[in-house]
């Protein structure tokens, strides 16, 4: 297949009450990661707007909140069935502004039809739950009730699967949306937003912003119309938002940093791990909260681990989307290139060994060669074993015991994907219940699909989207005892 990127549009405005107005703040360029040159530009709001856009949320969430749940639904189902017909469009946007592969992209969007479908047909299912009262003729119900305008917040790395899991959840509650989606895919961001209103979105229910991250974070913490914020993104910058939430009492989820260790053990296969895991490995770039970074593989398997993941990693064709037979795009921008450089460096300095990579590509654009850093001990003081690289990178270290291992996994500072590979399930069980992790694959990756909740823990956040539960985050459960009245 080929993208046809004539269909693409990868100019971004503000969307307040449900009217596409030009950001008075100024303008910043979109970029195309893959060959570093402009391709269109995004609006940035004024403060001004950016209470406009809250102000439009808090006045339609009175008519929003009260519409049946099954008609909240048909218009996130409508909107799935609009992507879906508009899936080149979509694809030719993301691909462009992001620097994803064809497949990336393709598969990027498929899951964001599948999110807001998903989260359409569970509106209507949103639903009181009866317990028995206390005393004769009485009842009590538990009251899904929701919380009112949230604030929203994306990050560039999968800018149509976030925007449809927080969205579709928020709306489907019942809640109305401030969106402030990130100026390194507002293309993508825009099309979703674009799709809802042709669904039949009213206006003001969902208010689309772009504008210096910090300054409108802020102002949106520090309104009371404000109820609950989603986020995605860096450790640092949701620890900064919870910190600014706090004064508000406002509700928070938060999907920050992962490092995922792989746990390979002496009777794995491994082929099998390296087909099973390279895709999510080297997918997007690297640029994912779950993809897997840090192989820790028993001293038996080693040296044969590493030789085939080094041939792996130097099967991929690094290039634009748009060409054939690409299989690694790039990176976001410079500031990702020179941050892998840095953790490559550091990890030479502390006696590691750059199988393969370990380079910015020498072509137009943000490239970074899929990279296998191999020997750094398990208790390394290596920045690349404890930061999370956010890149097509790769460490492998060897361990001895099931302990080791598991110990070597949770010495970074997140807590959120983990796999294993092993045939025994005693051994299983064991470094499942060793592992600090909230999403943890054996056998297998552990995918994020939106029919079942996904929570990050410790540094990795708190909360859950995906499921019922990802709906009820933007919901008050309200206790309601009633008893017949007059006896």
């Given amino acids: 297949m080929s993208v046809d990127t004539s269909r693409a549009r990868l100019d971004a405005d503000l969307l307040i009450n449900g009217v596409w107005v030009e950001g008075k703040a100024g303008h910043l360029d979109n970029v195309d990661p893959g060959t570093g040159q402009q391709i269109g530009h995004v609006s940035l709001a004024t403060g001004d707007q950016v209470n406009e856009a809250i102000t439009a949320a808090e006045s339609a969430f009175a008519s929003w909140s009260t519409l049946l749940p099954t008609r909240r639904g048909d218009i996130l189902k409508r909107a799935a069935d609009l992507l879906a017909e508009r899936a080149e469009e979509a694809v030719a946007t993301i691909l462009l502004e992001t620097g994803k592969t064809e497949a990336d992209a393709r598969g990027e969007i498929g899951r964001s039809v599948d999110t807001l479908r998903w989260n359409g047909e569970q509106a209507g299912r949103i639903q009181a739950t009866t317990y028995p009262g206390i005393a004769a003729g009485s009842r009590r119900q538990s009251r899904p009730t929701p919380l009112g305008p949230v604030a929203v917040v994306t990050a560039w790395n999968f800018p149509a699967v976030l925007a449809t899991r927080k969205l579709g959840a928020a709306l489907a509650a019942g809640c109305t949306v401030v969106f402030k989606a990130s100026e390194f895919a507002p293309a993508t961001a825009r099309l979703i937003v674009e799709l809802l209103l042709e669904a039949g979105l009213p206006a003001g229910v969902v208010n689309l912003i772009f504008g210096d991250p910090a300054a409108v974070s802020a102002q949106l913490t520090a309104s009371p119309a404000i109820k609950a914020l989603s986020f995605t993104g860096s450790t640092a910058v949701g620890k900064a938002l919870a910190a600014q939430a706090a004064p508000q009492l406002i509700r928070t989820v938060l999907e920050l940093g992962g490092h995922a260790p792989v746990i390979v053990m002496d009777d794995a296969d491994v082929d099998h791990v390296i087909a099973t895991t390279a895709g999510a490995k080297f997918g997007s770039a690297g640029q994912s909260c779950v993809a897997p970074s840090r192989y820790?593989?028993?001293?038996?398997?080693?040296?044969?681990?590493?030789?085939?993941?080094?041939?792996?990693?130097?099967?991929?064709?690094?290039?634009?989307?748009?060409?054939?037979?690409?299989?690694?795009?790039?990176?976001?921008?410079?500031?990702?290139?020179?941050?892998?450089?840095?953790?490559?460096?550091?990890?030479?300095?502390?006696?590691?060994?750059?199988?393969?990579?370990?380079?910015?590509?020498?072509?137009?654009?943000?490239?970074?060669?899929?990279?296998?850093?191999?020997?750094?001990?398990?208790?390394?003081?290596?920045?690349?074993?404890?930061?999370?690289?956010?890149?097509?990178?790769?460490?492998?270290?060897?361990?001895?015991?099931?302990?080791?291992?598991?110990?070597?996994?949770?010495?970074?500072?997140?807590?959120?994907?983990?796999?294993?590979?092993?045939?025994?399930?005693?051994?299983?069980?064991?470094?499942?219940?060793?592992?600090?992790?909230?999403?943890?694959?054996?056998?297998?990756?552990?995918?994020?699909?939106?029919?079942?909740?996904?929570?990050?823990?410790?540094?990795?956040?708190?909360?859950?989207?995906?499921?019922?539960?990802?709906i009820l985050a933007f919901c008050q459960l309200r206790l309601v005892s009633e008893s017949a009245g007059r006896p």
């Fill in 296 to 470: 820790f593989v028993h001293e038996t398997l080693y040296a044969q681990f590493v030789e085939k993941l080094t041939a792996k990693a130097r099967s991929y064709v690094l290039g634009h989307g748009i060409q054939d037979g690409v299989t690694l795009g790039a990176v976001a921008h410079q500031g990702r290139v020179d941050a892998l450089l840095q953790l490559v460096q550091d990890a030479q300095d502390h006696g590691a060994t750059i199988t393969t990579g370990g380079q910015q590509e020498p072509r137009d654009g943000f490239y970074f060669q899929p990279t296998i850093v191999a020997g750094l001990p398990l208790t390394s003081h290596a920045a690349i074993l404890s930061e999370e690289p956010f890149g097509p990178i790769a460490t492998v270290s060897s361990f001895t015991t099931p302990a080791e291992a598991v110990e070597a996994a949770n010495a970074a500072p997140y807590s959120f994907a983990a796999y294993v590979f092993t045939d025994s399930l005693q051994t299983r069980d064991e470094l499942v219940a060793g592992l600090n992790a909230s999403n943890i694959g054996i056998n297998q990756l552990a995918p994020s699909l939106p029919d079942v909740p996904l929570g990050g823990l410790g540094n990795s956040g708190y909360g859950y989207e995906g499921g019922t539960e990802g």
